[in-house]
């Protein structure tokens, strides 16, 4: 059950990945009793004027941001996926923007280049890929639309049967995103004047290599504010620890559910939370208000 006075500060809409507009996501989050809920859609703040005009419609508390991916370079082994998420930061900041530019760019690129070799072995092609973007060029286009198109041919049911299929990262069709470092993306939310955490950060399912607690405290030292502490990914070890790196390190210690839409994964909208407290706290440290 949601916790009433809490946030869902880790959501997603069809601006990138999810499944419902932002229009949703606000009726959605005052429905399940949540005090406010942030919009992190992929390396995009397209969705932002929808959820604003359906938060002040429905006089619900919004915050604004995304979520970057980034990639840690690890010597003679494999690089760590991190995935940082932006709050409140200046839209019009140059370095963010051009980081956007650039990794919706490689995103799109990444796309075609795989449906090009599904479409080898699977009834799909770009034009069937496309079709399942919903907001056409404000899109951050991914993998999870190339899952929605397998899935309109009839060879999956879900998104989360295609990503253990043909889309598994472990399988013949993966193909890496190139992502900036973690240092860069930090730089630029800060250089925007935002507030940055590292997401679901003791996820095994995505990384067989975690973020040290020397990595993570480089990276508070760049201007790391807080870490996903409350996610379904970290399990029960990871979060304590993670919870334990926050105080350690004076780090904000965030939760989220990560969702996606019904239809996009299982995540449920407020399965995990972030404190009224710490949220007032990213209000104070960010560069735009909250909507209210």
């Known amino acids: 059950m949601t916790k009433i006075n809490t946030w869902d500060?880790?959501?997603?809409?069809?601006?990138?990945?999810?499944?419902?507009?932002?229009?949703?996501?606000?009726?959605?989050a005052k429905e399940q009793g949540l005090a406010g809920v942030a919009l992190t859609d992929h390396d995009t703040w397209s969705?932002?004027?929808?959820?604003?005009?359906?938060?002040?419609?429905?006089?619900?508390?919004?915050?604004?941001?995304?979520e970057i991916t980034a990639k840690q370079r690890n010597d003679d082994k494999k690089p760590t996926s991190v995935h940082l998420l932006a709050w409140l930061y200046n839209p019009q900041g140059k370095k963010l923007n051009d980081l956007f530019q650039r990794t919706r760019q490689n995103r799109l690129n990444r796309a075609i280049t795989?449906?090009?070799k599904l479409s080898h072995y699977y009834p799909i092609d770009w034009e069937s890929v496309t079709?399942?973007?919903?907001?056409?060029?404000?899109?951050?286009?991914g993998r999870p639309h190339i899952a929605d198109a397998l899935i309109k041919?009839?060879?999956?049911?879900?998104?989360?049967?295609?990503?253990?299929?043909?889309?598994?990262?472990?399988?013949?069709f993966y193909i890496?995103?190139?992502?900036?470092?973690?240092?860069?993306?930090?730089e630029a939310i800060k250089d925007a004047q935002g507030v940055v955490a590292i997401a679901h950060g003791g996820s095994l399912e995505r990384n067989t290599q975690?973020?040290?607690?020397?990595?993570?405290?480089?990276?508070?030292?760049?201007g790391l504010d807080g870490l996903e502490v409350w996610h379904r990914e970290n399990s029960i070890e990871q979060q304590e620890r993670l919870l334990q790196l926050t105080k350690h390190l004076h780090l904000l210690a965030?939760?989220?559910?990560?969702?996606?839409?019904?239809?996009?994964?299982?995540?449920?909208?407020?399965?995990?939370t972030t404190s009224e407290d710490v949220v007032q706290e990213i209000i104070e440290r960010g560069y735009l208000p909250v909507i209210q």
């Open 176 to 186: 890496p995103v190139h992502s900036p470092t973690v240092e860069e993306v930090i």
């Open 131 to 141: 079709n399942e973007i919903k907001e056409g060029d404000s899109t951050t286009v």
């Open 254 to 272: 965030t939760g989220g559910s990560d969702w996606h839409g019904p239809s996009g994964k299982l995540n449920q909208l407020g399965e995990n």
């Open 210 to 222: 975690l973020l040290t607690d020397t990595d993570i405290q480089r990276y508070a030292e760049c």
């Open 47 to 66: 969705g932002w004027e929808e959820a604003e005009v359906a938060a002040h419609a429905e006089q619900f508390l919004l915050i604004r941001g995304s």
């Open 153 to 172: 041919a009839g060879i999956y049911h879900t998104r989360t049967e295609a990503f253990k299929g043909a889309l598994s990262k472990d399988g013949p």
């Open 9 to 28: 500060m880790h959501c997603h809409t069809i601006f990138s990945d999810g499944t419902h507009t932002p229009t949703q996501l606000i009726h959605e």
């Open 114 to 116: 795989i449906v090009n």
